[in-house]
């Protein structure tokens, strides 16, 4: 599901939108503003630490690839 704040504008949309999602599903619940994590580098950070753990978890990709 991705990144999370307790202080996001939709509040809801993390228990709501995971139901017709096939798969793992993860909340990653961080700190900050909704808009904290378009520019403050924490917040994209903590977002992009988030995702990729989620997709190195659910998606593994071939070393060769990666290289």
Do not use: K, N
């Given at each position: 599901?991705?990144?999370y704040?307790?202080?996001?504008?939709?509040?809801?949309?993390?228990?709501?939108?995971?139901?017709?999602?096939?798969?793992?599903?993860?909340?990653?619940?961080?700190?900050?503003?909704?808009?904290?994590?378009?520019d403050?580098?924490?917040?994209?950070?903590?977002?992009?630490?988030?995702?990729?753990?989620?997709?190195?978890a659910?998606?593994?990709?071939?070393?060769q690839?990666?290289?």
């Open positions: 599901m991705g990144p704040t307790r202080a996001a504008v939709c509040l809801h949309r993390p228990t709501q939108s995971p139901r017709g999602v096939r798969g793992p599903v993860e909340v990653a619940w961080g700190d900050g503003t909704q808009t904290d994590f378009y403050q580098p924490e917040q994209v950070g903590f977002a992009i630490e988030a995702v990729d753990r989620h997709l190195a659910t998606m593994p990709v071939d070393e690839v990666r290289a």
